[in-house]
């Protein structure tokens, strides 16, 4: 059993830390080819993901990457097993988590900022938390996890008026939380909705013709031809993936409830995120022309004030801006860039995996141009080592910042330390 991959996705942590260690004493889970290359934003289980923690730093270290960070929503329950992962493999790693913040006392009060669903809520990202402080951010988590949960219930409850004429209602305790890890800290999504949804979907109308036939002639939904393919196809191993997919695109919007209770107010997550040591990152989305995902609309976001936004986030404390380069034009990337050189704000690449047909490698990440992001990557881990020792010699203590103001400066010196 131990020398079964799948059992990496088991659903007992020790048995699949178990199984990669004897995996990886076979030899059976060596890459291929090692690649200069790094991705800070990795989902697993805890959040919405194909992959137990465990897997995921495998799916990482198979793919040739130099380092694996793991960023769930609402959640840093899986930090610890990712870390052992890590150690078993080698493989540098980082942790941190992904949450929303409600930006109404700021100058983007109810502006589309960078989240599809919601005006003045944005998303942000916690990296580099020191491992002294994961229980810490675990309890701040809670009741912000319990506030989702009841919005989540309400969703279900919308989707179920909308489709239960056609036989496709949800329980949320029965067919959505056991897709989850949130008996053990994990966070329920929409995609966790949507995700159960999709099961129905496949149970009722089938797979194939019965499945399009039911998007296109009943829901009127838009499908384009490559998706249609796979839907096609009714031994596509990815086929509940591809259709939560579809319905992220059309149906959220039909069932969504603004997040309220669920979302802290940014100065407090900021305060916080200084107390524990930890690395704030305002989350570059863009205005959205193709997705890269499949499961985004195109639509406008952040661009036309990007310059206030800025402003906003260096006022506000921010200490970096994550972004992902496979996601936006060289213009637009050109200009973040620009701006955080501007206001000496760090900046951190991550490529947001939460589906299987994703890659783990970026081959935009072989750009000289954003050379720069993986030695940031390094410097983070750097800061993450350092802080768990002594939050005072994190990256961005206010002792460390008094001695090194300027931050390329500061991330060579961190760089260094996570080199070690």
């Given at each position: 059993m131990l020398n079964n991959f799948e059992t990496l996705n088991d659903n007992d942590k020790n048995l699949r830390l178990a199984a990669l260690a004897e995996l990886k004493k076979s030899g059976a889970v060596e890459p291929e080819e090692k690649k200069n290359e790094v991705n800070n934003h990795i989902h697993t289980t805890y959040s919405f993901s194909p992959y137990s923690p465990t897997m995921a730093v495998t799916k990482a270290y198979m793919a040739g990457l130099s380092t694996a960070g793991i960023m769930d929503h609402d959640s840093i329950s899986g930090a610890r097993e990712f870390l052992e992962a890590g150690n078993i493999l080698g493989?540098?790693?980082?942790?941190?988590?992904?949450?929303?913040?409600?930006?109404?006392?700021?100058?983007?009060?109810?502006?589309?900022?960078?989240?599809?669903?919601?005006?003045?809520?944005?998303?942000?990202?916690?990296?580099?938390?020191?491992?002294?402080?994961?229980?810490?951010?675990?309890?701040?988590?809670?009741?912000?996890?319990?506030?989702?949960?009841?919005?989540?219930?309400?969703?279900?409850?919308?989707?179920?008026?909308?489709?239960?004429?056609?036989g496709l209602t949800l329980d949320f305790d029965a067919d959505v939380l056991p897709l989850s890890q949130n008996?053990?800290?994990?966070?329920?999504?929409?995609?966790?909705?949507?995700?159960?949804?999709?099961?129905?979907?496949?149970?009722?109308?089938g797979k194939g013709i019965g499945c399009i036939n039911f998007l296109k002639n009943t829901m009127g939904i838009s499908i384009s031809p490559k998706i249609e393919e796979f839907l096609l196809d009714e031994i596509n191993p990815h086929y509940a993936y591809d259709l939560l997919g579809v319905l992220k695109s059309d149906m959220i919007g039909k069932i969504y409830v603004d997040a309220t209770d669920e979302c802290p107010k940014i100065h407090d997550i900021i305060a916080f995120s200084?107390?524990?040591?930890?690395?704030?990152?305002?989350?570059?989305?863009?205005?959205?022309?193709?997705?890269?995902?499949?499961?985004?609309?195109?639509?406008?976001?952040?661009?036309?004030?990007?310059?206030?936004?800025?402003?906003t986030i260096s006022e506000l404390g921010f200490d970096a801006v994550t972004y992902m380069p496979s996601r936006n034009t060289v213009e637009q990337l050109d200009r973040v860039m620009a701006l955080c050189d501007q206001y000496n704000l760090f900046q951190i690449s991550g490529e947001d995996i939460n589906s299987p047909r994703q890659s783990f490698y970026c081959e935009k990440l072989q750009d000289p141009k954003f050379s720069h992001l993986i030695d940031a990557t390094y410097a983070l881990i750097g800061h993450e080592t350092k802080a768990t020792e002594n939050l005072s010699l994190g990256m961005f203590s206010k002792e460390t910042k008094e001695k090194y103001p300027d931050i390329k400066e500061r991330m060579k010196i961190y760089r260094a330390y996570g080199l070690e």
């Open positions: 493989l540098k790693t980082t942790i941190g988590a992904e949450c929303r913040a409600n930006m109404e006392d700021t100058p983007l009060a109810g502006r589309r900022i960078n989240n599809p669903d919601q005006n003045g809520i944005i998303y942000m990202a916690l990296h580099g938390v020191p491992h002294s402080q994961i229980d810490k951010l675990e309890a701040y988590f809670k009741p912000f996890v319990e506030a989702r949960n009841r919005r989540n219930r309400k969703m279900i409850e919308n989707s179920n008026k909308l489709l239960s004429c056609y008996a053990v800290g994990g966070s329920v999504t929409e995609r966790h909705l949507l995700y159960a949804l999709a099961l129905k979907i496949i149970s009722v109308f200084k107390e524990i040591g930890a690395i704030s990152a305002y989350a570059y989305l863009g205005d959205v022309g193709q997705s890269v995902t499949g499961d985004k609309k195109a639509q406008k976001f952040e661009d036309d004030y990007l310059d206030l936004l800025f402003e």
